[in-house]
Every structure is written in structure tokens, then in C-alpha cells.
């Protein structure tokens, strides 16, 4: 459920339906005791969250509490200490209610392409960041369209592949200035991300690496240097390229798979998740999690039923605990077109928290994982 009004808000959280109380939930906003997305750029602003945002402010308030000795018995409590943390917020108390976090590197994975794993990729990285949250986005597809989503430039000589090329040449050695040196940084309306680019000459690197002695740690190796600076690390991949996807699935902690509701996509997935299966078999992989599916662009037709169907049979078959549906809009291709995450289209701001909240519920569920 997406809240489009200060009422609607105050209703969500707990509060009644009366002015007052739409002023004290906008204190709390103002305050950023309550996570909410907000549109300024008519003559008044516009305030959205979702029902996963609401238990995410609720549940860091109750943690805040805790840690300091405070148990909250009930909402109207948590309410009342919220107001408490809202009049007394400044730098150090906003980041004692939302405290860093260690890192955690999510890969975005299918062996097919144009199944919507760029833009899955590219939504859940700026949600996270419009959190708050320290994001970098790796792009490992010489295709380059993650880079791409941001910016035409090229980044030719100035991208991953240059890194690996460095690496293969240092003998495994790649200082953190020369890692940073090749790392954008781009802002949207709630905030910005990391990107370390990708262009189309990393095709030919990862196949030159192959060569190398444990190639598969390289780009493990590589970000180890910055990790430090990031809560969150998102990986978008090649849809063909089993080096990259091996580079990939080596560093990452977690692996999410998007994909369309079609046959040739299911048909991708369940070779992916083969692989992967596979790989960790054959290399030890145990503790690599499968995590989450995203059914992208999905419009319910009998066909694309039949599908979903198939797709939450092989969840159950490879251990994935959720199969989460995004549905099908014009709003996810003009955010494409505009080079914009979906949480800054303000012209259609509504809609676009409507389709992105499978992808605000999986950031909120990450953000409270311990």
C-alpha cells in the first residue's frame, strides 16, 4: 500500500485522523525519524511511503529504544518515543536510529537478456540510497547498460575492465586510489549512488583473466580495497558471460534473479540457478544465498500465469524463500528513457512507488537484517 498524503501517513503509523496529528507525522518526517520519499517540486510538497517504510521506522525506533534501555509496550508508546527522538533529533541521534551497516553485496543474475535485471538492479540500489545508505553499483555486462541508465558518457580506459586489466598486470595487487579513481558518483532527487562503469572492451578482459590463477577472486579482491565506504554493494551482470557471472557470484553474499514471465525466461532461470547450484558443489559456495526472484513486467495474462506458476515451483525446488512481482507500467520505460530511478519520477510519483514497492519491501527487509 503506497501513502500519498499526511493524513493517509498518520493513519499508517498510528496516529489519528485529525490535523494535529497530520502536523506531528510531518515532524516526524521533517525530523527524518520517519523514512518517507517527498516530492518538492510542485508548489507544495507531497509525502510517500509504503507499509514496509512504516514498519521499518517503527521497528528502528523499538531498536533504538532498546539499546537504550527502554522497553515500548505498545504502538502508542513507540509513538511517544518517536515524538521524543523527533524533538531532540541532530547528526549523532540520527545515526544512533539508523545505525551503519556492514556490507552486503547483492549479485542481479539470469543467463537471459531484457528480463528488467538493469532495472531491478538500478531501483533497489536507489531505494537504498534514498535510505540513506552508502551504494555502490558494479556494472560486469560490457553492454554497459547500468552505466548507461545514469549517463551516455563513455568510460573507456576509465571503467572495471581497466581495473582487472591492472590486476592481471600488478600480479593481484590493485591499490584503493586506483579502485576510487575509476568510481562515479551520480545524484537523483533523494540522493545518490556509486558506480564503477563498465564499457565494452570488459568482454575481451574477462576472457584474457580466465588465464589468470584464482581469476575467480578478482573482482572479490578488487573491492575489498573500498568496501569499507559501502553498505551496500549491487553487481548487475553479463546475461551470457560465464566468466563474468563467475566473478559475480565469487563476491557476492546474496543472489537475486529477476525475470519475465515468459518461457524462454523461465528457461534462463532454471539454468541459472543450475549454475549456480553447481558452482557451489564444485567451489565450495555454501554460504552464497540464493535470495529473492522478481517477476518483472508482469500483466497476469493466462500465459504469464502459467509461468509465475513455474517460477514458484523452482523457488521451492532451490530453496528461495519469496518470488516478489513487479507489475508491468509506462512509468518503468519513461524512467528508463529519462535516466531516472523510479522513487525520483515526480511527475508520476504515486505510480511509480506502486511499482517499485516490491522493490522498497526487499530493501527494507535488508536493511533490518542483522
Do not use: W
Not at 164 to 179: D, G, P
Amino acid at each position: 500500500m503506497v501513502y500519498s498524503n499526511l493524513q493517509e501517513i498518520a493513519t499508517a503509523v498510528g496516529y489519528g485522523q485529525k490535523k494535529s496529528d497530520s502536523l506531528k507525522v510531518k515532524s516526524l518526517i521533517d525530523s527524518k525519524v520517519l523514512s518517507c520519499f517527498v516530492n518538492d517540486s510542485g508548489l507544495r510538497a507531497r509525502y510517500y511511503l509504503t507499509d514496509s517504510m512504516v514498519q521499518f521506522s517503527l521497528q528502528c525506533i523499538s531498536n533504538h529504544a532498546e539499546r537504550n534501555q527502554k522497553k515500548l509496550n505498545s504502538l502508542r508508546e513507540q509513538l511517544q518515543y518517536a515524538d521524543f527522538l523527533s524533538t531532540n533529533m541532530n547528526d549523532k541521534l540520527f545515526k544512533e536510529l539508523y545505525p551503519a551497516q556492514k556490507t552486503q553485496i547483492i549479485t542481479m543474475t539470469i543467463l537471459k537478456g531484457g528480463v528488467g535485471k538493469t532495472t531491478t538492479a538500478v531501483n533497489v540500489a536507489t531505494i537504498l540510497a534514498a535510505f540513506g545508505k552508502k551504494v555502490l553499483i558494479v556494472d560486469t555486462d560490457p553492454q554497459a547498460n547500468t552505466t548507461h541508465y545514469f549517463s551516455d558518457e563513455s568510460y573507456a580506459g576509465r571503467s572495471l575492465s581497466s581495473l582487472l586489466e591492472q590486476f592481471t598486470m600488478n600480479n593481484a595487487t590493485i591499490s584503493r586510489e586506483e579502485v576510487e579513481s575509476k568510481i562515479v558518483s551520480f545524484h537523483f532527487s533523494s540522493g545518490s549512488v556509486d558506480i564503477l562503469p563498465s564499457e565494452l572492451k570488459l568482454g575481451r578482459s574477462l576472457e584474457i583473466l580466465r588465464g589468470v590463477n584464482y581469476f575467480h577472486l578478482s573482482l572479490s579482491d578488487i573491492l575489498k580495497s573500498v568496501m569499507d565506504k559501502y553498505e551496500y554493494i549491487i553487481i548487475d551482470t553479463p546475461p551470457s558471460s560465464i566468466a563474468g557471472l563467475t566473478l559475480a557470484y565469487h563476491t557476492a553474499d546474496k543472489i537475486v534473479f529477476p525475470v519475465n514471465a515468459s518461457k524462454h525466461a523461465v528457461d534462463g532461470l532454471r539454468l541459472t540457478l543450475q549454475e549456480i547450484s553447481g558452482l557451489g558443489s564444485r567451489e565450495g559456495l555454501t554460504s552464497l544465498k540464493k535470495d529473492k526472484i522478481f517477476v518483472t513486467s508482469y500483466e497476469g495474462t493466462s500465459g504469464q500465469q502459467k509461468c509465475l506458476q513455474d517460477i514458484e515451483d523452482m523457488a521451492v525446488e532451490f530453496g528461495i524463500d519469496d518470488v516478489k512481482i513487479i507489475k508491468k507500467s509506462s512509468v518503468v520505460e519513461s524512467s528508463q528513457i529519462f535516466g531516472l530511478p523510479l522513487i525520483s519520477n515526480n511527475s508520476e510519483l504515486k505510480l511509480s512507488m506502486v511499482i517499485a514497492e516490491p522493490m522498497i519491501d526487499y530493501a527494507v527487509e535488508k536493511m533490518l537484517e542483522k
